[in-house]
């Protein structure tokens, strides 16, 4: 079935220390992929988007991720955790090869991030 | 100024009642969308309309409706509540680019709605 899977429901990292949210994707063709990003009791907030341009692509809040086809992936890093990253993180995808095309986002099952002093 | 908003943002009620939420976005889109965020966090697209017409309609009971009375508003309906509808609501915004059901550019949320039935 296509989909998008996030390895990992809880992540816990130090703070300063480096930051990887997990996703991987199943189609046939390269999707749109997207990272966002929810603080407790708000809405969801673009984090960065992959749109078949550039296969790194930076985000806000220092945020990054890699496009890599030949692993179906698109993993979100930061080098240096800040306590304010601590957030539910989702990944989704859109794009010919789901069902809606474009036109629907399906996301991943959200991994929620902790960091500690 | 709030790009999307929804009202209300709580919503506490009884099972069998009737309630609507709104949402508005005033960023000039013209494709809207209603998603569900269950307690377990999962989100998953309920309807979406482009230029006040339905283009998305998953898998949603029939008590759900909604209505775009215009590309700036989409509401969304829901009778006789159940146990089950127990969750955060999110509406959500986006322009198409170039052809119909061509790629859509960024989708913007709104705050969501938490509904309460007991």
């Known amino acids: 079935a296509q989909s998008v899977t996030q390895l990992g429901s809880h992540v816990s990292v130090s703070e300063g220390a480096l930051v990887l949210l997990r996703c991987n994707y199943s189609?046939?063709?390269?999707?749109?992929l997207f990272w966002y990003v929810q603080y407790p009791n708000q809405g969801l907030q673009l984090l960065l988007k992959y749109t078949s341009a550039a296969t790194l692509v930076k985000g806000i809040n220092g945020f990054e991720a890699e496009f890599k086809k030949s692993e179906t992936s698109f993993h979100l890093t930061k080098p240096s955790a800040h306590m304010s990253d601590a957030a539910e993180y989702f990944c989704?995808?859109?794009?010919?090869?789901?069902?809606?095309?474009?036109?629907?986002?399906?996301f991943g099952a959200g991994t929620r991030l902790a960091v500690h002093p | 100024d709030t790009a999307v908003s929804q009202t209300p943002k709580y919503l506490v009620t009884q099972m069998g009642n009737d309630k609507s939420i709104k949402c508005e976005q005033n960023?000039?889109?013209?494709?809207m969308y209603w998603y569900k965020q269950d307690s377990k966090k999962f989100l998953k697209i309920m309807f979406s309309y482009n230029n006040k017409e339905l283009i998305i309609n998953e898998t949603v009971p029939n008590r759900f409706s909604p209505k775009s009375p215009d590309k700036a508003h989409l509401n969304l309906h829901i009778n006789s509540l159940e146990l089950g509808d127990s969750a955060v609501y999110f509406c959500?915004?986006?322009?198409?680019?170039?052809?119909?059901?061509?790629?859509?550019?960024?989708?913007?949320f709104g705050p969501g709605t938490r509904l309460t039935v007991l």
């Open positions: 189609s046939s063709v390269p999707p749109y």
């Open positions: 989704a995808v859109s794009g010919p090869g789901f069902s809606g095309g474009y036109n629907k986002l399906i």
């Open positions: 960023l000039g889109h013209d494709t």
């Open positions: 959500a915004s986006s322009q198409v680019k170039g052809l119909a059901g061509g790629p859509t550019d960024t989708q913007y």
